[in-house]
């Protein structure tokens, strides 16, 4: 939680917001490559 506080702090100092989509999307592949090494992997199949 620590790291997200310094993180939106420096994104807030430092006038940084266009790193934001960047941080998101790559949230969401790290999400997806999570999901799809677990036994979810039949389930994002089909959503594709």
Known sequence: ???LK???QFLKERK???LTPIIIALL???ILI???STGLAPFIY???
């Open 28 to 30: 969401l592949v790290a």
């Open 16 to 18: 940084k917001w266009w």
């Open 34 to 36: 999570i999901a799809a």
């Open 1 to 3: 939680m620590e790291f």
């Open 6 to 8: 310094d993180l939106w």
């Open 46 to 48: 089909t959503l594709f």
